[in-house]
């Protein structure tokens, strides 16, 4: 497994943008297709993005489509997820997770190692 540590959560307006972080350690990086989900209070985890260890390929949730951007950079062992026009909806603790030479799948089970999350909080 891969040990992740997420940054970059905090406290912003509607309409903000934040960019959050996630590094990795303890296998190689470039293995691992990376995914962001979140959690709400009272609501169960939801996927937001996934890019394959591989072709860097990408994938998001429709509700975040045209705003939340995931890229990686394998030098650094970093995923990112770059969020614009940020909605009070958007509200919740977002948690890094990763699966050795998986698909960019969204069902959570799938990834086998997970970050302590980051909390993301938009105010109207």
């Known amino acids: 497994q891969v040990q992740l540590v997420e940054s970059g959560g905090g406290l912003v307006q509607a309409g903000a943008s934040l960019r959050l972080s996630c590094t990795a350690s303890g296998r190689t990086f470039s293995s691992y297709t990376m995914a962001w989900f979140r959690q709400a209070p009272g609501k169960e985890r939801e996927f937001v993005a996934a890019?394959?260890?591989?072709?860097?390929?990408?994938n998001s949730a429709d509700s975040v489509k045209d705003r939340f951007t995931i890229s990686r950079d394998n030098a650094k062992n970093t995923v990112y997820l770059q969020m614009n026009t940020l909605k009070p909806e958007d509200t919740a603790v977002y948690y890094c997770?990763?699966?050795?030479?998986?698909?960019?799948?969204?069902?959570?089970?799938?990834?086998?190692?997970w970050g302590q999350g980051t909390q993301v909080t938009v105010s109207s």
């Open positions: 997770a990763a699966r050795l030479y998986g698909l960019g799948t969204s069902l959570s089970g799938n990834y086998d190692s």
């Open positions: 890019i394959t260890w591989n072709s860097g390929r990408t």
